[in-house]
């Protein structure tokens, strides 16, 4: 949770502040993989001495120097110097949770509440906290973000437990100085199984795009002056799941070319699986706009996501436009995979 009022540039993110400096006087773990010709650099962050997390930022690097990749990592313990740093994926810029107990890395996000919304890691604190910009913040004032550690099944949604981990507070409310304008942390209330629920629901929807990619054109039918080639295209793309829609176009030749004379839609449907919880969707409609040569199909699907996490159930039901262009001269009909 975010509490009160923030004295820092507008133009700044929650995450950068959270990790806004290295560890003074502090040892970076270097580990090398010749297999992979790279470093990897694990390097301990400003955390509050009173909180039960370490911070860190994970630096991979090429031989040359060239850097390749980095992500912050929040640990529940302190990370040994006999840690493979090999083992830990890289999430490219993203934040992990990491628990050396069982040396595992969590799957969850950052939850960040505002004045009861959720708000990204990636959010601007002038969008967060209101003011326009670095030019004009409030003179005093500070927030802190409360950590809670939450596990639960998977499979049944269950709570098993919930614990505090402390805070950090930021601006005046870092150093105590907030001139009777603050106040701190200390842990306030555990967010709610609803209020864990509607957060993994917003990533579930954050992580579903509209996609145009064509998976492949395969002809039938083919005669000296007409054929009918089958499409399959992405029309949804998330991180474990897809939707994807088989149109029929129907050609004539014309002068040596291929021209459209009809796109028909066939069928959607949706391959993989959601972590945690069910996805289905639903054709609103597909509406062909025809060309001479090049045609598109644009569709809408209706995207239903359940999770269960704690007593009850929650969903959500939200709508996604994508569209493809096919060109009917086109891409020799090689099968492409995906």
């Known amino acids: 949770d975010t ?10 993110t929650v995450k950068s502040s959270m990790f806004s ?3 003074n006087n502090s040892k970076t773990i270097i580990q090398e993989s010749k297999v ?3 470093k990897r650099f694990l390097i301990p962050y ?7 997390i370490f911070k860190y930022k994970l630096v991979e690097e090429e031989f040359s120097g060239q850097p390749k990749n980095y992500e912050y990592i929040i640990s529940k313990a302190e990370m040994g110097t006999n840690m493979d740093l090999f083992t830990l994926p890289m999430k490219n810029d993203d934040i992990v949770y990491f628990d050396p107990a069982t040396n595992s890395v969590n799957a ?3 939850q960040l509440k505002y004045d009861g919304k959720i708000v990204s890691a990636n959010a601007k604190l002038g969008n967060v906290f209101g003011y326009p910009s670095p030019d004009n913040p409030p003179a005093v004032g500070g927030f802190c973000i409360d950590h809670w550690w ?3 099944d998977v499979e049944t949604g269950q709570i098993i437990s919930i614990e505090y981990m402390g805070s950090d507070c930021y601006g005046c409310l870092e150093t105590g100085n907030c001139g009777g304008g603050g106040g701190g942390g200390g842990g306030g209330n555990p967010p709610s199984p609803e209020e864990i629920c509607q957060t993994t629901l917003n990533n579930i929807i954050n992580s579903a795009q509209p996609s ?3 998976i492949s054109e395969i002809p039938e039918n083919e005669t000296a002056l007409t054929r009918d080639v089958m499409y399959k295209w992405k029309c949804v793309n998330a991180s474990t799941w897809k939707i994807s829609s088989i149109e029929k176009g129907t050609h004539k030749k014309v002068h040596k070319l291929w021209e459209w004379e009809s796109l028909t839609h066939i069928n959607t449907t949706l391959e993989g699986t959601l972590d945690g919880g069910t996805i289905t969707h639903t054709l609103v409609y597909a509406n062909p706009i025809l060309g001479q040569y090049n045609s598109v199909m644009n569709e809408e699907n209706n995207i239903t996501a359940s999770v269960t ?12 436009n994508s569209s493809c262009s096919f060109n009917s001269n086109g891409n020799n009909y090689v099968i492409q995979g995906y």
Request: aromatic content about 6%; hydrophobic content about 30%; charged content about 20%.
């Open 3 to 12: 509490k009160n009022k923030i004295s820092y540039d507008a133009g700044k």
């Open 21 to 23: 400096a290295p560890l």
């Open 36 to 38: 992979a010709n790279t």
């Open 46 to 52: 400003v955390h509050d001495m009173g909180s039960k």
């Open 108 to 110: 969850g996000k950052l």
């Open 150 to 152: 939450i596990t639960y």
């Open 212 to 214: 145009s990619e064509l």
């Open 309 to 320: 996490i704690g007593p009850a159930p929650c969903s959500t039901t939200w709508s996604l």
